[in-house]
Protein backbone atom coordinates (compact mmCIF):
# COMPACT_ATOMS: atom_id res chain seq x y z
CA UNK A 1 0.00 0.00 0.00
CA UNK A 2 2.28 2.54 0.67
CA UNK A 3 4.78 2.06 -2.34
CA UNK A 4 1.49 2.22 -4.15
CA UNK A 5 0.90 5.75 -2.62
CA UNK A 6 5.08 6.43 -3.48
CA UNK A 7 4.20 5.73 -7.19
CA UNK A 8 1.06 7.77 -7.19
CA UNK A 9 3.26 10.81 -5.47
CA UNK A 10 6.34 10.44 -8.10
CA UNK A 11 3.46 10.62 -11.27
CA UNK A 12 1.62 13.65 -9.49
CA UNK A 13 5.12 15.23 -9.06
CA UNK A 14 6.40 14.54 -12.99
CA UNK A 15 3.17 15.63 -14.60
CA UNK A 16 3.61 18.46 -12.80
CA UNK A 17 6.76 19.30 -13.50
CA UNK A 18 6.47 18.31 -17.17
CA UNK A 19 3.03 20.81 -17.07
CA UNK A 20 5.29 23.71 -15.65
CA UNK A 21 8.24 23.43 -17.42
CA UNK A 22 5.89 23.20 -20.80
CA UNK A 23 4.12 25.92 -19.33
CA UNK A 24 7.33 28.14 -18.43
CA UNK A 25 8.97 27.98 -21.59
CA UNK A 26 7.57 30.33 -23.65
CA UNK A 27 8.13 34.39 -23.32
CA UNK A 28 4.71 36.58 -22.74
CA UNK A 29 5.36 39.84 -24.31
CA UNK A 30 1.62 40.61 -23.42
CA UNK A 31 2.64 40.06 -19.65
CA UNK A 32 0.18 42.23 -17.22
CA UNK A 33 0.91 41.38 -13.31
CA UNK A 34 -3.19 42.05 -12.73
CA UNK A 35 -4.20 39.27 -15.05
CA UNK A 36 -1.56 36.80 -13.72
CA UNK A 37 -3.03 37.38 -10.34
CA UNK A 38 -6.31 36.66 -12.11
CA UNK A 39 -5.32 33.46 -13.50
CA UNK A 40 -3.96 32.60 -10.29
CA UNK A 41 -7.15 32.84 -8.36
CA UNK A 42 -8.80 31.04 -10.99
CA UNK A 43 -6.42 28.68 -10.55
CA UNK A 44 -6.52 28.04 -7.16
CA UNK A 45 -10.39 28.37 -6.89
CA UNK A 46 -10.03 25.04 -9.11
CA UNK A 47 -7.79 23.51 -7.49
CA UNK A 48 -8.88 23.70 -3.95
CA UNK A 49 -11.63 21.97 -4.38
CA UNK A 50 -10.65 19.23 -6.23
CA UNK A 51 -7.30 18.48 -3.62
CA UNK A 52 -10.34 18.41 -0.99
CA UNK A 53 -12.29 15.77 -2.80
CA UNK A 54 -9.29 13.94 -3.76
CA UNK A 55 -8.30 14.34 -0.51
CA UNK A 56 -11.70 12.60 1.29
CA UNK A 57 -11.79 9.94 -1.64
CA UNK A 58 -8.23 8.47 -0.98
CA UNK A 59 -9.53 8.86 3.38
CA UNK A 60 -12.60 6.79 2.37
CA UNK A 61 -10.93 4.79 0.33
CA UNK A 62 -7.57 3.70 1.91
CA UNK A 63 -8.63 4.05 5.84
Known amino acids: MTTFLII ?6 L ?3 IVTLS ?3 TEDSNY ?3 RSMN ?3 IM ?5 PMI ?8 V ?3
Open 15 to 17: VAL
Open 23 to 25: LTK
Open 32 to 34: SSN
Open 52 to 59: AVILVLSW
Open 44 to 48: YLALI
Open 61 to 63: LFA
Open 8 to 13: LVAIIC
Open 39 to 41: NQL
